[in-house]
């Protein structure tokens, strides 16, 4: 009988032709799912015979976030019955569900996942494990409604790998990111991935690349958690810088974005995942220190173990005076309020650079900023995460034009309408992505030698 790979990849593509080419592209560490539902009008056995039987089998319900009609059970175990005469690998079958005769009778060439979608809020994955219906494997997803209910998964999911059952358990959305991705390291022996030509098929799921960039397949349970948390950070550059550096430096490390918005939710998250180190961002960066005991503004923690003491630090500040001491010294326009601001404000201060500190929360008028001839510009608003997101305080802006030499934008993206701006005027600009390589290969080395044991 064939083997159930590590990464599952569910095919996604509108047209099938499209579906065909991914599908046969996949490695060994790779299993193309075939989601009858989304192809309706194909013929079944014609579909997993173009896939050479390598495939699993899936006709998804509206009810279970597929496309099949729910008042056609009938219809779909037809469907179903009709994909076996191609004799696919494997067949998805619900968990609660008799298996019907025909499926039965196909159990000689053809494996069985049992699988089960829970409302948002259930957890009854204990309850269930107690009490499996037959199958070779099975799938529990759930709905993740905070960061912490990631770690509700990990007991059971180290229970099956304990018992020799082969179970996958993880919960959508983007709160439930670090499920998918931890599943081998927690004791899940499979997880889904999106096509990385197509859209994912459900909130939250992955690449295939991505997955394997991050090795999550090769993950075991000695590795250590590590992340960005905040929101948004979905798009964050850190997974793509500190993974890689981690590997390496042969450091059982593994780094992911972590959204949270909540100081109480992000403590809470720190103990249920056994987090050892962490990038902080928008909107956590004066908040989860304090929560925490610590002085803040931070953007970097560390621990050596879960329950060890925190040790913090402010890599932004570090990338902050490093740019700073090679721009010329002058009065400085701050654009900006919160975490990043007061960063910027206190480095300028320690570095004795008269500062005009501007937020929706302090106004100036344009005269004040005429008058106080800015040399130096740092934009440390949020403005510039959305493509959409205008310039920050143009008038002002514009009473600095005459005076200023150059420009510093926090956010870390080439193109904001600010770096856009500051370009046109000439401007010296040191851009995020700057910042972002200063501050990020500081935290990095913090990683490496201060959370788990020694590399």
Not at 286 to 295: D, I, K, S, V, Y
């Amino acid at each position: 009988m064939n083997p159930l790979p590590y990464h599952l990849v569910t095919l996604t593509h509108p047209e099938w032709e499209q579906a065909l080419a991914c599908g046969k592209r996949l490695g060994d560490d790779a299993l193309p799912e075939l989601r009858l539902d989304l192809f309706p009008d194909a013929d079944p056995e014609a579909l997993v015979d173009a896939l050479k039987r390598r495939c699993l089998v899936t006709c998804r319900r509206v009810a279970e976030g597929g496309r099949w009609p729910d008042d056609d059970e009938a219809g779909r175990i037809a469907h179903l019955v009709k994909a076996l005469k191609g004799k696919p690998h494997w067949l998805d079958l619900e968990w609660d569900l008799p298996i019907p005769p025909d499926i039965q009778a196909a159990r000689t060439h053809v494996r069985l996942l049992r699988s089960i979608h829970v409302g948002p809020g259930v957890f009854d994955l204990e309850t269930r494990l107690r009490d499996l219906p037959e199958g070779e494997a099975f799938k529990w997803v759930g709905w993740a409604g905070r960061l912490c209910d990631n770690g509700r998964l990990r007991a059971p999911l180290a229970w099956a790998r304990n018992h020799g059952v082969r179970l996958a358990a993880f919960l959508m959305g983007p709160k439930g990111l670090p499920s998918r991705v931890m599943q081998s390291a927690w004791g899940g022996s499979f997880t889904y991935a999106a096509p990385d030509d197509g859209p994912p098929a459900a909130p939250g799921q992955l690449p295939l690349a991505t997955l394997r960039d991050w090795r999550s397949a090769r993950l075991h349970p000695g590795h250590g958690l590590c992340g960005v948390i905040g929101d948004p950070v979905l798009h964050s550059r850190g997974p793509a810088f500190h993974n890689p550096r981690f590997q390496y430096a042969f450091k059982d490390l593994v780094y992911l974005p972590l959204v949270c918005a909540e100081a109480e939710e992000a403590v809470e998250a720190l103990d249920a995942l056994d987090i050892l180190g962490l990038s902080i961002t928008a909107p956590l960066k004066l908040a989860l220190p304090e929560a925490l005991g610590l002085e803040g503004p931070l953007n970097t923690l560390w621990r050596r173990a879960p329950g060890a003491p925190w040790q913090g630090a402010n890599t932004d500040a570090e990338a902050f005076g490093q740019a700073l001491s090679n721009l010329t010294p002058g009065p400085v326009l701050l654009l900006g309020e919160g975490g990043v601001a007061a960063t910027s404000r206190a480095v300028l201060e320690a570095a004795g650079r008269p500062v005009l500190h501007v937020s929706r929360r302090s106004p100036a008028r344009p005269e004040a900023v005429t008058a106080f001839a800015p040399l130096g510009l740092v934009q440390a608003t949020s403005l510039g995460m959305a493509v959409e997101d205008p310039i920050p305080f143009p008038a002002l802006l514009e009473a600095a034009r005459p005076s200023a030499r150059w420009a510093v934008e926090w956010i870390y993206k080439e193109d904001t309408a600010f770096a856009l701006w500051a370009r046109e005027e000439g401007l010296l600009l040191v851009g995020g992505a700057t910042l972002f390589e200063g501050q990020a290969e500081a935290q990095s080395r913090r990683f490496i030698e201060g959370c788990g044991g020694a590399s």
